[in-house]
């Protein structure tokens, strides 16, 4: 581990910073999203759950390419226009945007689920006692669904830290600005350095492990509630 430059554990805080960020923009905009799609009796509710589902099928570099296409420099950023010509592109916010579009699917359906177990019979009993809707969704329901909140918290988090193909495509490989841990482990690859590559490996693993270790505590926690 000493043989690593101090660029990787700047590395590091980056690619934490981002997992953060991108996580609670991921509860703030997932949540009602959830709520919407488990509730919502629209005809449109599966076609919006279909897009959201996209980023799961849809190859991370392919995704990342369209959101360079959008957000990045003229002539080719069409949106970048929309705030004074200024691009998204090659900047922790491009990677949050991609990081929060490849994360969305993931996020968004254990909410789902966990709104869906829910039923409507706890909501028809506060709204007897003239909770508001509003009160009763941050009352009865989020209590309620909070397992399936906690799980789709370290899903978005746990795939913001080792995703790739997006991030790459639109925030470059910059040192200290967008050059996040699964880059270096690239890097280390493309030259040959191995053995930096295995630690940073063993590492991501080793943290992909704990992930899988705190989902399974979570269901058991779940499922003690349910009893």
Same mark, same amino acid.
């Given at each position: 581990m =000493?043989?690593?430059?101090?660029?990787?554990?700047?590395?590091?805080g980056?690619?934490?910073e981002?997992?953060?960020?991108?996580?609670v923009?991921?509860l703030?905009i997932?949540?009602?999203l959830a709520?919407?799609?488990a509730?919502?009796?629209?005809?449109w509710?599966?076609?919006v759950?279909m897009?959201?589902?996209?980023?799961?099928?849809?190859p991370?570099?392919v995704?990342?390419?369209?959101?360079l296409?959008?957000?990045?420099?003229?002539?080719?950023g069409?949106?970048?226009?929309?705030?004074?010509?200024r691009?998204?592109?090659f900047?922790f916010?491009?990677?949050?945007v991609?990081?929060?579009l490849s994360?969305l699917?993931?996020?968004?359906?254990?909410?789902?689920?966990a709104?869906?177990?829910?039923?409507d019979?706890?909501? !028809?009993?506060?709204a007897?006692l003239?909770?508001?809707?509003l009160?009763?969704?941050?009352?009865?329901?989020?209590?309620?669904?909070?397992?399936?909140?906690?799980?789709?918290?370290?899903?978005?988090?746990?795939?913001?830290i080792?995703?790739?193909?997006?991030?790459?495509m639109?925030?470059?490989?910059i040192?200290?600005?967008?050059k996040?841990?699964?880059?270096?482990?690239? =890097?280390?690859?493309?030259v040959?350095?191995w053995? !930096?590559?295995?630690?940073?490996?063993?590492?991501?693993?080793m943290?992909?492990v704990?992930v899988v270790?705190?989902?399974?505590l979570? =269901?058991k926690?779940?499922?003690?509630?349910?009893t």
């Open positions: =000493d043989s690593f430059s101090p660029e990787i554990w700047q590395s590091l980056l690619t934490i981002l997992a953060s960020v991108t996580t923009i991921l703030i997932g949540t009602p709520w919407w799609l509730r919502s009796k629209s005809l509710t599966e076609a759950a897009i959201i589902a996209l980023p799961l099928v849809l991370p570099t995704l990342g390419f369209y959101l296409a959008l957000l990045g420099p003229r002539p080719v069409v949106l970048a226009s929309l705030w004074g010509g691009t998204l592109a900047t916010a491009g990677l949050v991609g990081s929060v994360a699917p993931l996020v968004v359906q254990p909410i789902r689920n709104f869906a177990a829910v039923g019979r706890p909501l !028809e009993i506060a007897t003239r909770a508001s809707p009160y009763a969704f941050f009352t009865v329901a989020v209590p309620l669904a909070l397992p399936g909140i906690m799980r789709a918290a370290v899903l978005g988090f746990a795939h913001t080792g995703t790739f193909g997006v991030v790459v639109i925030g470059g490989n040192p200290g600005r967008t996040v841990l699964s880059a270096f482990l690239f =890097d280390f690859v493309q040959s350095r053995r !930096e590559a295995s630690w940073l490996a063993g590492g991501m693993a943290f992909a704990s270790l705190t989902l399974t979570i =269901d926690y779940s499922r003690r509630r349910s």
